[in-house]
């Protein structure tokens, strides 16, 4: 008769999520499990119940308390921080802007051409012509999905990535292609040696 198989052991699984995200700084830690959480179909608020686990789990010996510098809470700076280069990074991040970012007050998880028309007011961007094509597009190269409705799209995890990892400094043009280093071209008659 075979051994009963035994059941998952919860604080293992605990120990093993800690281990794995303990070389990253708070803010890259939130977004994994956040990740996780979608990848598992769980619900990306967090439970009540699980608010006062983690506050009820001791702390071990030794292990640094992470204290993150406050996150920029108007879009201004948020989107100056991040230095989009171009327009679909731009709804890209004031998607993502308006998912994490935003005052409790403001949040919202999809956005529509109105709102990124008034983040370009906000942010002293250039307005765009039809915010909604920009929208458009960006859903197109990957960044955002299709809102629940017509018109109102939401930041995916690709879009998350881009605006958390690949902002500011980033080297493409938002097309997806990377930028080539620009070269300055010789004339014929300056190159030396050349004969005439």
């Given at each position: 008769m075979a051994a009963p198989a035994s059941s998952p052991d919860d604080l293992e699984a605990v120990r093993a999520v800690v281990d794995a995200l303990k070389a990253f700084p708070a803010e890259e830690q939130r977004r994994i499990l956040r990740w996780a959480q979608e990848k598992l179909g769980l619900s990306t608020g967090p439970s009540p119940a699980a608010v006062a686990t983690v506050a009820a789990t001791p702390v071990e010996a030794g292990a640094a308390i992470s204290t993150s510098t406050p996150r920029p809470r108007d879009i201004r700076a948020f989107l100056q921080e991040k230095?989009?280069?171009?327009?679909?990074?731009?709804?890209?991040?004031?998607?993502?802007?308006?998912?994490?970012?935003?005052?409790?007050?403001?949040?919202?998880?999809?956005?529509?051409?109105?709102?990124?028309?008034h983040a370009t007011r906000l942010s002293g961007r250039e307005r765009l012509k039809r915010p909604i094509y920009t929208l458009h597009n960006a859903s197109k190269r990957g960044y955002l999905d299709k809102g629940r409705a017509r018109g109102s799209f939401r930041i995916n995890t690709v879009g998350e990535n881009l605006v958390a990892m690949a902002m500011p400094g980033t080297d493409t043009d938002g097309s997806g292609a990377r930028k080539r280093p620009t070269t300055r071209r010789v004339s014929r008659k300056a190159r030396p040696g050349r004969r005439k």
């Open positions: 230095g989009p280069s171009s327009d679909n990074q731009f709804a890209a991040a004031v998607a993502y802007y308006f998912a994490f970012e935003a005052p409790e007050s403001e949040k919202k998880s999809e956005i529509t051409a109105s709102d990124l028309q």
